[in-house]
């Protein structure tokens, strides 16, 4: 007589590995917060003269790209 048994391994295996409704929503939620504070920052950043911008490592430039193309990375 054979005896079955069951982890939690051999349970998730008929499943799809992907994430649940939840944690997906989670993740978006978090992503969609990240780029508004991305947003906020870089608006901030643009407020600051050419010099000020050069001491701390930007260039109007490129955060004016960025804010154009909303993609800042």
């Known amino acids: 007589m054979a005896i079955a048994t069951t982890t939690?391994?051999?349970?998730?295996?008929?499943?799809?590995?992907?994430?649940?409704?939840?944690?997906k929503a989670v993740d978006r939620m978090v992503a969609a917060r990240e780029?508004?504070?991305r947003r906020y920052v870089n608006g901030y950043l643009?407020?600051?003269d050419d010099a000020t911008l050069s001491a701390y490592g930007?260039?109007?430039?490129e955060l004016e790209r960025e804010s154009r193309f909303g993609s800042i990375i």
């Open 46 to 48: 643009l407020s600051l």
């Open 8 to 23: 939690s391994t051999s349970l998730r295996a008929g499943r799809s590995s992907g994430k649940g409704l939840f944690n």
């Open 58 to 61: 930007y260039d109007r430039k």
């Open 35 to 37: 780029r508004q504070a």
